[in-house]
């Protein structure tokens, strides 16, 4: 009977707590939440069914967004190119393919595929291998011409390199620029089996990990980066079979040797190979198509906003500058121009207050509000070719993503579609709340100076909450 009582009224409480108003229970979790003690935050809340404003706190101040800066690149990419975009990596030669023999040059010509996989590669040289060339005269030549040749983004951190989250940036990439490296036990105190995807001799292997014995150490699964060096060495004791994503220095460089490789493996040989600029084809010089490769944007989205993706983040930057710049080779700057345009043009803010310089959030150096991104969350709610793509692309709070672990107890737990952020220091979430009442409400909250990044990420959930509890 106790427990019935206790029951009771522990469920009027919660029934009382909750009919409190939005603002009132945000302003009591803002006071009394400890973090806050030595850490910032700024937050902001909008009714996109009723086109209220409920809720607002340091929401103009400026900030790092972490991966939250996802959502400025995806609905300026979404806005301007729109979902009918490809990213195309081009096969295309010049002179004539005659018998057997390619008299002339062959290109490949890369367009930014963050998605480039194994078995796309494979494609590629499958479509040389089809058209029936098996000797190329004059050049093989892999073009990296779209962007200029600083393969980090500006403001990101040197000591991230090995890293697979932080790859060497290249419009031609295979496997994101980074090898999959597995280590599987075999017998006790023999070395362990090194798997290696995608193959390639572009890298060398160092094994000198021991099985099933405690005493060798821990596992490490490492790359001599300091080096700018491509050898993978294990070492430690292999207990259970372990992976561990490696970028590769420099992804341009691995494509190409291992696509001129697999193509020596189909019997395809060339006089010469060489990085150059495939020509643009006038009255002297006639370029034709081989193959292209093509990767729908949807896939591109999915991928960046689900798992958190930096380079496929990088990537739509790239297309957005490209498109923006109007050019063949394009740079940071114009990426950032092309947000600013669009913050100018499409949201009526003033660009000048903020500092973009990337697509992924990754750098030191981006500085925008709570404000800014709610911003760009209700001009996508407000245009439905954008929203639906941009909504399905979003994290499910307790069901997928980098929230499938979060919120799976509260009334958040399938109610939020956001995006989460983290970097040292920083933590952000933005997107989606479904309030009770059924209305759709848009939000932003970015955390600060935060050591732990767990009692941020607890913080948020809290908010989350209350947006889908509070009547």
């Known amino acids: 009977m106790k427990r019935i009582v206790v029951s009771f009224l522990l469920t009027l409480l919660i029934g009382q707590i909750n009919a ?10 803002l006071l009394n939440d400890p973090m806050l003690k030595t850490s910032e935050v700024g937050i902001t809340v909008f009714d996109l069914t009723t086109g209220e404003s409920l809720f607002q706190y340091q929401d103009e101040k400026l900030y790092r967004p972490a991966s939250t800066e996802k959502v400025v690149t995806s609905v300026s990419t979404l806005a301007t190119l729109g979902m009918d975009y490809t990213m195309d990596t081009h096969l295309q030669y010049t002179g004539k393919i005659e018998n057997d023999t390619l008299k002339g040059s062959l290109y490949l010509v890369g367009g930014f595929d963050p998605e480039l996989m194994d078995e796309d590669l494979d494609s590629l040289v499958d479509a040389v291998v089809r058209s029936g060339i098996r000797y190329i005269t004059d050049t093989l030549a892999a073009d990296v011409s779209m962007t200029d040749s600083v393969y980090w983004g500006s403001g990101w951190s040197w000591d991230d390199v090995p890293d697979s989250f932080q790859p060497y940036l290249s419009p031609l990439m295979l496997n994101r620029g980074c090898v999959d490296v597995t280590v599987i036990p075999t017998v006790k105190d023999s070395l362990p089996e090194v798997v290696c995807v995608p ?5 060398q292997v160092d094994n000198d990990g021991v099985s099933h014995q405690p005493g060798a150490g821990n596992l490490k699964i490492t790359r001599n980066w300091l080096y700018n060096g491509n050898l993978i060495h294990v070492s430690g004791n292999v207990a259970k079979k372990t992976s561990r994503t490696l970028s590769i220095y420099t992804s341009k460089d ?22 150059a600029d495939c020509p643009e084809g006038d009255s002297l010089t006639v370029v034709s198509p081989l193959f292209t490769l093509k990767r729908p944007i949807g896939e591109v989205l999915k991928q960046m906003m689900k798992e958190s993706d930096n380079l496929c983040a990088e990537s739509m930057f790239y297309h957005l500058a490209k498109h923006h710049a109007k050019q063949k080779r394009v740079k940071d700057d114009d990426g950032t121009d092309a947000i600013n345009q669009f913050i100018k043009e499409s949201l009526g803010l003033n660009p000048d207050y903020y500092n973009i310089v990337d697509g992924s959030g990754v ?5 925008i509000s709570p404000r800014l991104l709610l911003e760009f969350l209700k001009y996508a709610y407000y245009h439905a070719e954008i929203f639906q793509p941009f909504y399905e692309s979003l994290p499910i709070a307790g069901v997928d993503g980098t929230l499938g672990y979060r919120m799976k107890k509260s009334k958040a737990y399938r109610n939020v579609h956001a995006k989460t952020g983290t970097v040292t220091g920083v933590s952000s ?3 989606y709340a479904k309030a009770p009442n059924g209305h759709q409400l848009a939000f932003a909250i970015i955390n600060q100076n935060v050591m732990k990044s767990r009692q941020a990420r607890t913080f948020q959930d809290k908010v989350c909450d209350i947006l889908c509890t509070s009547k």
């Open 363 to 367: 750098s030191l150096y981006n500085y």
């Open 199 to 203: 193959a390639s001799d572009y890298y």
């Open 20 to 29: 409190q108003p939005l603002a009132q229970r945000l302003d009591s979790l």
């Open 254 to 275: 691995f494509f190409f040797h291992t696509f001129k490789a697999r193509l020596k493996e189909k019997g395809v040989e060339a006089q010469a190979t060489a990085f």
């Open 429 to 431: 979430l933005a997107g």
